[in-house]
């Protein structure tokens, strides 16, 4: 129900830790205070969505060498920040240029390279306070600022989290007005809330299906809603000011190379689990038929793998190991958000390498994704669709199918959807002509 905290303050000592924390607070920034302790030291739980790390520099008591201080936060960091975490900034208690650049160093060479913060700050904290208490903060938020001022990327990132935080606080005041005045007391206001909602949900998923899944379909209801917020903010000079700073447009644009590309267009269009909900009959979802027996492959496109590799995709024997078929869930995304019963539609498609080897001629697939790069050390790949192969697949045919690898999102699953059922539609007529 909280909104997870931005700023974590660690410290070793509680009377240096609560009056920041309480500072903060005061200042209404959602902080979250740790009083650090060999045996309780702050975890992924801590560190999920932290945007600024306070921290002391010397959390090892007694006389040890500074690098025993530094490798404390460098293992703090290791075992606590995702892989998949955002930007963020370390701010290190120290008055000495010198112990901050030797923490860089060290850092630089000790932590994994997608874990980094995107700056490291040393700032004395005596600076902020008179006696125990912080009473500066605003000198302390100047000089953040300032420290940051050579990157106006990660200061244009965090605005874009705030209207991001400030769009969906207007959209659920926006979601409140739909309650009748006559309802909005105490006592009836929560009743008549949840009416709404259910209403929403009902629009999104059918009145059949909205009680299966109340959340998705509030979601599918506010999403563009909120798309539409996040996308048409008010003027603002100073944010104007600085996007115009942040985001680089040379005179002569540079090529993007294949990797980048692939990079780029794996973020854009494919959602993989566990860090979001992907299953098998997922709008979009991508099954991977790599290792599915031949007989399951012929009881649902008449031929085992080889075969369909040749004849539907043109793919030469020799060498295709390197290209892996794949069932790709298509369907009207009314029939998939409304769950209505009855077999699911999947579509055949291979993943191969950029320019796979045909035989003889070019693939018959009339479909290709752009590029993708499905994980950072794999191939550059690209996913063919031959609109041909669409099959139906009950819940016990799902069942011999593996996991979904990864879901196609909603942009380039429509123009998938779109092709497909152009291809199914195609008229043909006879005609005469003299």
């Not at 007694?62 to 892989?83: A, Q």
């Not at 009416?195 to 599918?220: E, F, M, Q, W």
């Not at 069932?327 to 009314?334: F, I, L, P």
């Amino acid at each position: 129900m909280f909104t997870r905290g931005r700023y974590l303050v660690v410290d070793d000592e509680p009377d240096e830790l609560d009056p920041l924390v309480k500072a903060l607070h005061r200042m209404g920034a959602p902080c979250i205070g740790w009083h650090w302790t060999p045996e309780q030291r702050p975890g992924p739980e801590q560190l999920r969505g932290v945007r600024i790390l306070f921290t002391d520099l010397h959390l090892t008591k007694g006389e040890v060498p500074p690098v025993t201080h530094y490798d404390t936060i460098i293992r703090m960091l290791e075992d606590g920040v995702s892989d998949a975490h955002g930007p963020y900034i370390v701010v290190l208690w120290t008055s000495h240029e010198e112990q901050r650049g030797a923490f860089v160093e060290r850092l630089g060479r000790a932590l994994d390279p997608v874990k980094h913060p995107l700056a490291v700050l040393g700032l004395d904290k005596n600076a902020y306070r008179d006696g125990p208490e912080f009473t500066k903060l605003g000198d302390l938020e100047r000089d953040i600022a300032q420290h940051l001022g050579g990157n106006a990327q990660l200061q244009a990132l965090l605005s874009w989290e705030h209207d991001v935080l400030a769009a969906a606080d207007a959209t659920l005041a926006q979601l409140a007005q739909l309650v009748p005045a006559a309802s909005r007391t105490m006592a009836a206001f929560p009743d008549a809330l949840g009416v709404v909602l259910g209403k929403l949900s009902i629009a999104a998923l059918g009145k059949t299906n909205a009680p299966a899944d109340p959340r998705g379909g509030v979601s599918r209801a506010l999403a563009p809603l909120l798309m539409d917020r996040i996308a048409n903010q008010n003027d603002d000079p100073d944010k104007t000011t600085l996007w115009s700073g942040a985001v680089c447009f040379p005179e002569t644009p540079l090529a993007l190379s294949a990797d980048e590309c692939a990079r780029m267009n794996r973020m854009i269009h494919c959602a993989f689990p566990p860090a979001e909900a992907v299953v098998k009959s997922d709008w979009g979802a991508v099954i991977r038929l790599g290792g599915v027996d031949d007989a399951i492959l012929t009881s649902i496109w008449g031929e085992g793998a080889a075969t369909l590799k040749l004849d539907a995709f043109r793919l030469k024997a020799e060498g295709n190991d390197t290209c892996e078929l794949v069932a790709v869930r298509v369907g009207a995304v009314c029939d998939y958000a409304q769950g209505k019963p009855g077999p699911v539609p999947y579509v055949l498609g291979v993943l191969t390498p950029v320019k796979p080897a045909y035989d003889g001629k070019s693939s018959p697939a009339e479909y290709e994704t752009p590029l993708l790069k499905l994980t950072d050390a794999g191939a550059i790949e690209k996913l063919m669709i031959n609109a041909r192969f669409v099959a139906t697949l009950t819940t016990p045919e799902l069942a011999d199918l593996p996991d979904a690898a990864f879901r196609m999102r909603e942009q380039l699953l429509t123009a998938l959807i779109g092709h497909v059922s152009g291809y199914v539609v195609r008229p043909g007529f006879l005609s005469f002509r003299p």
